[in-house]
């Protein structure tokens, strides 16, 4: 088991090395110019070159690359000597558009992006798995059918449109809530709540959708297999067998599903942030894409993809946990 | 030799990695699911090969059909060899060489009509064109005891036993000389079973076709076959005449093989003495030393151990008759 | 005092496609020690009627009718409790796919002391664990000790399925239904099981129910046969008669279909022409009057008249066909 943890962490150190290098790569390989971009409109070529040399963009792909992820463990100063600013580790590039550090933008953003991926993940795993096991265990019945219907809802609604609409219902009409306005946790944590639940339900609505099919099917088909048939033929009662023959079997696959979704959700709500004004992670990189601000978008692709990869790489130890036909000998 | 041979594999190995897809895991198991093995098929007639999972009979019927690559050894279909054959070559040897599966629904896309799938090998190769094909379709179906009539029905309205029907017309389709039949009747009812097995039997007759059998049954082979191989983890212990197979057996193997058959008569099931093997197959990654057989065998010595035995005529056979792999035959 | 006694059981499902009637009136003894067979081809009800035997049609739209009495109690009109303690007490079973009858989440020694501590709550710990490897020994696992904390992924099918029936016999269960129990193994490790079944079946004194397609293994272990198409029993007798003198065109039917070491090159086998019928629109009367030779023999009778189980020499044959016939069908031609 040892073993087979320590393998899967350097295959998953290996693969992030590799897709931070595919990234910077790929974007270097941008038809835009990074250097142009540090000077506005009206710019001279001069000044281009120049700020393309002060700015490393005139060295081997190799070498930027090398310096990038010298600068994650050691910081890095941009500029020199009046012009100098200095990123401390881990450095993730410096945003001329913004003129700020990208560690600190990200900071700033994670936080938020995190509380409503936590908060989201949390409420559709319980509707979703919830949901979806009541569906299955009545099936037939109304349950079963307000769980489909649901489920088919759920899945055709755009995020957006389910966003505008909870804000004319809860915020413009009844005004139940405040319009979301994204309070830190620390600071006020009632209004870090209050700010939440809109885009919480969203996200969760959406998401549980899916899981509420994948549970209901998940345990289905697990309750026709002949192993919890034979639990019930050894005398097993109903509810200890739904929950350690049946559950157990049909929750392995949705949990390491979750995992990656939750690891994707992290990576920026792009849509759900934009639509109720939340300062995350999707909203930064959507507005680095809008400015073409390319140190930002390395580094928030590169977030992600360490998000999905660490997230790859728990769900595997914990499938290999959970199901002891994985286990390795 | 390819006068009386229609179909002979020479030297045939094949051996699958294990573990090569698994980052960091040395990549040097090898699964010998075909090790060593030669047979020659005579024209109109109809090899058995037998034995239980894992000993390799399906990968052989692949390898024949040339739809998976040998490691090592050639199979040749007529006088021509097809490992050597080019990829253009090979399409148009294909035609002569068909496949039928223990499940029909392999060969049978579930959203095409059985028409549809009976006549895909026709569309693949381009032999006829639309209506031809449609008229040979029928035909097929007619030949293979279907009702031409539900030629635009789906494969899961037909019973197991019609859609194995199907698959048989779908291999006869491009006029085949030879039909590799992978446990054609093992998934069905016993009653299902004899009506395949006559169909066959009956195409054989009328079409003039060579057969290669695979069964892990020895009593379903014994209305069919005119040889029978017994494979045991990728080699054959034994090869020759049923005849001679069934009542001079010589292999211990295939002893217990025909011991372990039950017998579907209370007077005979109850005096008949029978060998019970211990233990299961082993892995076929590290197959014993020896003769492979010897961990299950009753009459394992040392010299079994030690030395592999070869597959060789019985005493008093000609080479090319009765032959077993044992030190000690019967 | 008869050990079960099924009367006239009804199993029908409620499908997408309409109701399919999968046992229609079935009715047999099974008294202690004995070892009953049923015979039948694939649909012909006999793993609906063996799943009825405990109730476990588990999340099925089904409704089952009759009585089924288990030493003079109905399993029919028990409640939760009773049945759980009925089952894998009183009456265990056996499935056909060793590879999935087990749970892949738990060891087998778990699995097996769960059985037993199910129907014996309060046992402790290592009383349960001394179990598990006394069954795993008596089932021929070599080095229990070893095998008892691995799970069911690390054992081949023979392994597996030799798990199961300790499973099964971990409580000395009366009855013992095993629902083809070798039909996905081979054939040398077949007659393994099959030599372990019986064995285990002399040390406990159970009954058994061996449910199977292949009149081999009927021959092989079994004292009576019943002979199951489309949803009921057309043939009930002992083995000796079933197969010496079947009483029922389509036992007779099924034995000329047995594939035999001692055929002849090419010799042709005889096959029942036609299919089983659908069981949501079974022919009228006798059900297999489609398929059945003799059916002509008989004017228009076979297609209105549903035959019933009746006495033929020694036998019980559902054919109306008069007696001598049917006395003499393996002999004679159609
Ligand atoms: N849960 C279910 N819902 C609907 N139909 C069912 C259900 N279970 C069984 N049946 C139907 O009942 C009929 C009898 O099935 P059963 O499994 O008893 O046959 P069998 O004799 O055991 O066949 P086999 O040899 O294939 O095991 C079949 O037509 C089957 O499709
Ligand atoms: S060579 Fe030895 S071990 Fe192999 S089959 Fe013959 S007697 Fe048995
Ligand atoms: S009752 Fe008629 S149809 Fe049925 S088995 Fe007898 S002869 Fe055949
Ligand atoms: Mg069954």
């Known amino acids: 088991m040892i073993f087979f943890v320590l393998r899967r962490s350097i295959f998953g150190i290996l693969l992030l090395l590799i897709i931070s290098a595919f990234t910077f790569w790929i974007f270097s390989a941008l038809p835009s110019d990074p250097a142009a971009l540090t000077c506005g409109k009206n710019c001279r070529p001069e000044v281009i070159e120049a700020n393309r040399e002060r700015l490393g963009y005139d060295k081997p792909l190799i070498e930027q690359y090398g310096s990038y992820m010298k600068g994650i463990f050691t910081g890095r100063t941009y500029g020199e000597e009046g012009a100098a600013v200095h990123c401390p580790a881990p450095s993730l590039g410096y945003s001329y558009d913004r003129h700020e550090c990208v560690t600190s933008l990200i900071a700033s953003t994670l936080p938020v992006t995190a509380s409503i991926a936590l908060g989201a993940f949390v409420l559709w795993m319980a509707i979703g798995v919830g949901l979806g096991t009541l569906a299955a265990l009545k099936r037939g019945k109304w349950q079963d059918r307000v769980a489909t219907a649901f489920s088919v809802i759920g899945v055709s609604l755009p995020t957006f449109f389910l966003g505008l609409i909870f804000i004319m219902v809860f915020v413009i009409w009844t005004g139940i809530l405040p319009f979301p306005r994204y309070v830190g946790l620390t600071d006020n944590p009632f209004e870090w709540f209050m700010a939440l639940i809109l885009p919480w339900l969203v996200l969760a609505i959406i998401s549980a959708a899916t899981y509420v099919r994948m549970t209901r099917n998940g345990i289905l088909e697990v309750m026709n297999e002949e192993f919890v048939r034979l639990g019930l033929a050894k005398g097993l009662p109903r509810r200890r067998l739904i929950v350690r023959y049946v559950l157990r079997a049909a929750l392995v696959p949705i949990v390491t599903i979750a995992g990656l979704d939750f690891a994707f959700l992290l990576g920026g709500a792009l849509v759900t942030e934009s639509i109720f004004n939340m300062p995350g992670l999707g909203k930064l990189t959507l507005a680095a894409v809008v400015n073409s601000d390319l140190p930002i978008l390395v580094a928030t692709t590169m977030v992600a993809a360490v998000f999905i990869v660490v997230a790859n790489t728990v769900v595997d130890i914990l499938y290999g946990y959970l199901d002891p036909r994985v286990r390795v000998k | 030799m390819s006068e009386t041979f229609i179909l002979e594999a020479r030297a045939l190995r094949k051996y699958f990695p294990t573990g090569a897809s698994k980052m960091l895991q040395r990549p040097t198991d090898l699964v010998r699911a075909v090790d060593d093995v030669s047979f020659g098929l005579r024209r109109g007639s109809t090899l058995a090969i037998v034995g239980e999972s894992g000993c390799g009979k399906t990968t052989l019927g692949r390898l024949l059909a040339r739809l998976i690559e040998p490691t090592a050894g050639s199979v040749v279909l007529d006088g021509v060899d097809l490992t050597a054959a080019s990829a253009r070559e090979l399409l148009e040897l294909r035609r002569d060489i068909q496949l039928v599966f223990q499940d029909p629904y392999a060969c049978l896309n579930p959203r095409h009509s059985i028409g549809q799938s009976i006549g895909t090998p026709i569309r693949i190769q381009k032999t006829l064109d639309k209506a031809a094909e449609k008229a040979r379709v029928r035909e097929l179906m007619e030949l293979v005891g279907l009702n031409p009539e539900h030629y635009n029905r789906f494969p899961h309205e037909f019973s197991g036993g019609q859609r194995q029907r199907a698959g048989i017309a779908r291999a006869l389709a491009l006029q085949p000389k030879v039909i590799i039949a992978d446990e054609p009747v093992s998934a069905l009812d016993v009653s299902i079973q004899s009506q395949i097995l006559n169909l066959m039997e009956d195409l054989q007759t009328s079409l003039g076709l060579s057969y290669v059998f695979v069964a892990h049954d020895l009593s379903v082979v014994r209305h069919i076959a005119d040889e029978v191989a017994v494979m045991y983890l990728g080699k054959i212990v034994e090869i020759g005449d049923p005849e001679s197979v069934y009542r001079r057996t010589a292999h211990p193997y295939t002893k217990a093989l025909l011991s372990a058959v039950p017998v579907a008569d209370p007077r005979r099931a109850a005096g008949r003495q029978r060998i019970v093997l211990t233990g299961d197959v082993p892995s076929p990654v590290n197959p014993p030393s020896g003769c492979r057989f010897r961990t299950r065998c009753p009459k394992a010595a040392e010299r079994c151990a030690a030395e592999e035995p070869v597959l060789s005529a019985r005493s008093g056979d000609q080479p090319s008759g009765h032959r077993v792999a044992c030190h000690f035959p019967e | ?334």
């Open chain 3, 1 to 334: 005092m008869t050990l079960l006694s099924v009367q006239d059981l009804h199993v029908t499902f409620g499908t997408a496609d309409g109701a399919v009637r999968a046992v229609q009136g079935v009715s047999f003894d099974v008294e202690p020690g004995e070892t009953v067979a049923i015979v039948g081809e694939s649909g012909s009800g006999k793993s609906v009627t063996a799943n009825s035997l405990l109730r476990l049609n588990f999340g099925a739209d089904v409704r089952i009718d009759g009585r089924i009495l288990l030493e003079g109690r109905d399993i029919l009109a028990m409640d939760e409790t009773q049945i759980r303690s009925v089952r894998g007490r009183e009456v265990a079973m056996i499935f056909q796919d060793p590879l999935t009858a087990l749970n892949p989440f738990y060891t087998v020694g778990h699995q097996i002391a769960e059985a037993f501590a199910i129907h014996h709550p309060g046992t402790p710990k290592r009383e349960l664990r001394k179990i598990a490897l006394e069954s795993l020994n008596k089932v021929g696992i070599p080095e229990p000790s070893k095998r008892i904390d691995q799970y069911p992924h690390e054992f081949s099918g023979g392994m597996r399925q030799r798990i199961v029936i300790a499973i099964a016999l971990v409580n000395s269960p009366k009855l013992l239904i095993a629902d083809e129990p070798t039909t996905a193994l081979d054939v040398t490790v077949q007659a393994q099981i099959l030599e372990l079944i019986a064995q285990m079946q002399a040390e406990h004194g159970s009954a058994v129910i061996l449910i199977t397609h292949d009149l081999g293994v009927v021959a092989e272990i079994t004292e009576r046969v019943m002979v199951m198409y489309a949803g009921r029993v057309v043939e009930s007798a002992s083995v000796a008669d079933t197969f010496l003198t079947p009483t029922h065109p389509y036992t007779r039917g099924l034995l000329k279909s047995v594939k035999s070491l001692d055929a002849g090159r090419h010799e042709r086998l005889e096959s029942i022409p036609g299919i089983p019928p659908s069981l949501i629109n079974l022919p009228s009367g006798c059900p297999f009057h489609p398929r059945c030779a003799y059916a002509e023999s008989l004017g228009g009778r076979c297609e209105t008249e549903t035959p019933a189980l009746h006495l033929v020499g020694s036998s019980r044959s559902a054919c109306h066909l008069p007696d001598e016939r049917l006395l003499g069908l393996l002999g004679g031609g159609v």
